[in-house]
């Protein structure tokens, strides 16, 4: 089955970075549309950056110009490099591998997040 292991979260102050990586076993990652998102508790979950099979790119606007999601098809591995970091970036992170079938399906599968902390 799909497992996704994120990993990198942690404490960070303000204006720091963290990278975070989630690795993918269990699907053909190289196919899959790839994701990260983000959650605060009582929050609905936020989709941060999406990155396609074919590497383009979308951003949310509260994380434009300071994350940059990649991905490395080589190792099943997708990444979020996150600099500049604020308060309110503060959540459990999660990514997650969207699959697609012949038959027009699609299937999106979710890790278990790691959790990001970032003090003023």
């Known amino acids: 089955q799909v497992q996704l292991v994120e990993s990198g979260g942690g404490l960070v102050e303000a204006g720091g970075s963290l990278r975070l990586s989630c690795a993918a076993s269990?699907?053909?990652?190289?196919?899959?549309?790839m994701a990260w998102a983000r959650q605060v508790p009582g929050k609905r979950r936020e989709l941060v950056a999406t990155?396609?099979?074919?590497?383009?790119?979308t951003y949310s606007d509260s994380v434009k110009g300071r994350f940059t999601i990649s991905r490395d098809n080589d190792k099943d591995t997708l990444y979020l490099q996150m600099n500049s970091l604020k308060p309110e970036d503060t959540a459990v992170y999660y990514c997650?591998?969207?699959?697609?079938?012949?038959?027009?399906?699609?299937?999106?599968?979710w890790g278990q997040g790691t959790q990001v902390i970032v003090s003023s």
């Open positions: 990155i396609t099979s074919g590497g383009s790119t």
């Open positions: 269990g699907t053909i990652f190289s196919s899959d549309d």
């Open positions: 997650s591998a969207e699959e697609s079938y012949s038959n027009g399906e699609r299937l999106e599968f």
